[in-house]
Every structure is written in C-alpha cells, then in structure tokens.
C-alpha cells in the first residue's frame, strides 16, 4: 500500500544545502553595498564589517563541511550550533536538522525542529520534517494535528497527500480517502488516484466509486501510471469479463507492450474470445507461434493451420511440427476411418518420432515428443492397428509424464483391446477420481473396464 515511509519523507524534504546559507550571506551584503553606494561613510564601514563578518562565516562554514567530509559531524554539528548563536540565521538550525536525522539522531533533531519552528511557524518545509520525526516516535496523533496545521498553511495536493497517508496508518480510511480525493482534485495526479482507489477498493469496499473515478480519469488522461492495470484487476475480481477485456485492448492499444500484450492474450483466450486473440497474434506473429497454431486448430481452421505447421517446421527444423502436421490431417478425416486413411498419418507421425529419436540421441531434447508418443499410440490401439506397438509407444510417453491423466487413460485402453482387463482397471484407478470426472472420454473408457472386470 503507498504510505508515506519515514525515509521517503526525509530524503524529500530534509537534505538541504549550504545554498540558502550562501544566498542569505550574498544578499545581505547586496544590501549594505546598495546603502555604501547611496548613503555616506558610515554606510561604508557596515559594509567592510558585513564583509569581515562574512569571511568569518564563510571559514566556520568551510571547517563544518571539511568536519562532514572526514567523518566528524559531532564538529560539524557544533561549528553549526556556533553560526547558529552568532547569526540567528535559522538556516543552520536547517543543516543542523538534516544532518542529525542522516545520522537517525531524532530526539536533538525535534528540538531543533521545534526551535525553527519557533522562529518560522509557517514553514511547510519544517513542519513536514515535524511531522516525519513524529511518525519516527509512533506518534500518530500529534503528526496528524501537525498536518492539519499544514493544511490551514496552504491547501494542495502534498499536504492533503500527507494527512490522508496518516489517516491510512491509523487506519481512518474515510478520512484517508476524503484527503487523497482533495489532493487528486488540484493535479489529477495518477499516483494519488492510485492510493484513492486503493484506499476505496480494499478498505472502503467502495468499487464502484474506483471503477467510475479510474474510468473518467483514463479515458480523458490515458492508462497512465499503471492506472488501467489497476482498473482491469477491479475487473477481474469483481468478475466483470467484458470490461476486463475493454480495459486490457485499451491498455495494449495506448501501450503497446509485450508484457500488455501477454496480458491481452490471456483475456481473450479466458474469454473464448478466439478469433481476437488469432487476429492479434497473425499481427505480432513471432510472439508465440505454437498458440496461434493451436487456435487455428481449436477454431477448425485446418487449412491455415496446415500451412503454418509447415511454415514452423520449415522455419525451425523442430519435428514436433511434422507431428502436429499429421494430427491436423487426422483431424480432418471424415468417419468411417479405415487403415487406408490413416497411412499418411501413420507414417508422418512416425517420421516425426525417428527424427525427434534422432535428436534426442544426441542430446537434445525435444519438447512435447510425449504428446506424439501418446498420439501415435493411442491412434494405433483405438483403430486396432498394431495394440501392442501402441501400448508401448504409450509407455515411452510416460517415461516423460508419468502421472498424466491422459497418457494413463491411453495405456489402460490399450490393456483393455488386449482383453487384460484386471491390468487396465489398476491403471485407471492410478488416475485421481476428480481427473477421471473432468474428461468425459476417460470416465467412459473406466465404466468399461469395470464392465469388463465384471463379466471376467
């Protein structure tokens, strides 16, 4: 959750520099030489002696910093203590605070704080600091009323953006959201939109509130800063499919990506939404050519797929695409299937597995060999072309999933053609209750084999 974190706060606010220091001295000195110019003698002898008192501040301030490079801030801190009484210049009581929070000295730097704060209520620089050594105590209640007093200051958006990450500590999420709203309303910045909604999503349960101020926002400013991100997940939580997929094509659309793209992807494909999810991988065609191959098959677009196995096997010398190749072709059959049919797809899919064999002997393994393995073997038992060849192809398939439910269902298969039902039922028992129920093939074959054991 985007808080305000103590070191945050400091490095932001704290860390100044001898500049203001610098500044303060030439423009006193501005100010008596204008008078030197104008004004007679005595104007002139202020002048050298704001210009003697200068080469002294200007040494003091030498040595501290000269004191800081070696290490030596117990020097540094006094030598700034010293400017500090001799000048009254509250911009040493600054240097002072920063250093002694660098150092995590926070009890001294209150007290400095406390004092500037004395001298220049209506610094907002020194109260956020106030407010930073605060929150470093746990002191919650006197770090919000400091921020209220920053408030009474200036409105805008830092300090509404400070008390609403206070109210969030404290886990006041009305309040927290009330001020992240007052801060969003002078810039419409994205990372205060972003602690809003998160604040109204997760705390407040106010979604729709979040969907309607992220969809006004994006739609006049764009998905910045993650913002429709943000937006596509409300989606998806809330299970709003169709506007997760507007949102995720907005998003890629603006940003072009290859992780929005991914992201698309998996909408439409969650979705069902195939022929959108073909369309825009035909246009980056190189992202993953696998799933485009496998959409067009699962959209029966068999000629493309075809063509395109043939382009990838073409492209890549990989045989799993002579493969996929031939279970296309198979899928193309019209039933009755006879033997003859099948021997182009028989001898492609074994041309496939000698050269993946081939490679494989030579160390390089093959992706997705198994599923060829199962394929050509379940093909063989189901068709009773050679049982006991596709049992062992099966078997090989195994070696490299041992556990899948499909490749056991097609081994128990192949032990129930061969009439050895006993066998087959002990491998289908192998399978997990749940994984046999979710494919309606598999629960069929096991009611068989039951049968089977029955009458046996």
């Not at 301030?61 to 801030?73: G, H, Q, Y």
């Not at 470093?136 to 770090?143: I, M, R, Y």
């Not at 400070?162 to 810039?187: C, H, N, P, R, T």
């Not at 556990?403 to 269902?409: E, I, K, Q, R, T």
Request: negative net charge.
């Amino acid at each position: 959750m985007p808080l305000y974190p103590v070191a945050l706060i400091l490095s932001i606010l704290l860390f100044v520099g001898c500049g203001d220091i610098q500044k303060t001295q030439s423009m006193n000195v501005e100010i008596a030489q204008n008078a030197c110019r104008f004004e007679n003698g005595e104007n002139c002898v202020q002048v050298a002696t704001f210009r003697q008192q200068e080469r002294e501040e200007d040494k003091k301030i030498i040595e501290a910093f000269v004191a800081l490079d070696n290490n030596d801030t117990e020097t540094t801190l006094k030598i700034f203590d010293e400017l500090w009484q001799t000048t009254k210049d509250p911009n040493y009581l600054k240097e002072s605070i920063g250093l002694l929070l660098s150092l995590n000295q926070f009890t001294p730097a209150l007290e400095k704080t406390q004092q500037f704060l004395e001298i220049r209520p209506d610094s907002q620089e020194i109260q956020r600091t106030l407010i930073a050594i605060l929150i470093t105590f746990g002191d919650l209640n006197n770090a919000t009323k400091q921020a209220k007093k920053l408030i009474q200051i200036e409105e805008n958006e830092e300090n509404y953006n400070l008390i609403g990450s206070l109210y969030l500590v404290s886990k006041e999420y009305q309040m927290a959201a009330d001020s992240f709203k007052k801060a969003y309303s002078f810039q419409q910045s994205p990372l205060i939109l972003d602690r809003l909604t998160n604040t109204q999503v997760f705390f407040l349960k106010q979604v729709n509130e979040a969907i309607a101020m992220l969809e006004t926002h994006t739609r006049i400013r764009g998905c910045e800063e993650n913002l429709c991100l943000r937006l596509a997940r409300i989606y998806r939580d809330k299970g709003d499919i169709k506007q997760l997929e507007k949102t995720q094509m907005r998003l890629y659309q603006e940003q072009p990506s290859k992780e929005n793209f991914e992201l698309l992807i998996q909408v439409l494909l969650f979705n069902k939404n195939y022929t959108q999810a073909i369309t825009f991988l035909e246009e980056n065609i190189d992202f993953n050519p696998p799933l485009l191959l496998d959409l067009y098959r699962e959209t029966k677009q068999y000629p493309k797929a075809l063509e395109f196995a043939r382009h990838l096997y073409n492209q890549t010398q990989d045989p799993k695409y002579i493969g996929v190749e031939a279970i296309i072709e198979y899928e193309t059959l019209k039933p009755p299937i006879n033997a003859k049919m099948l021997e182009g797809v028989i001898k492609k899919l074994r041309l496939a597995l000698a050269k993946t064999a081939e490679l494989e002997s030579s160390g390089d393994p093959i992706k997705g060999s198994d599923l060829l393995y199962n394929f050509l073997g379940y093909l063989l038992i189901d068709h009773q072309v050679d049982i006991q060849e596709g049992v062992r192809l099966v078997q090989k398939a195994l070696e490299y999933a041992p556990h899948s439910p499909a490749y056991l269902d097609s081994l128990g298969w192949g032990y129930y053609q061969l009439k050895n039902c006993k066998k087959a039922l002990e491998v289908f028992e192998s399978i997990p209750k749940e994984e046999r129920k979710k494919e309606a093939e598999i629960e069929e074959h096991y009611q068989k084999v039951k049968q089977c054991t029955r009458r046996h």
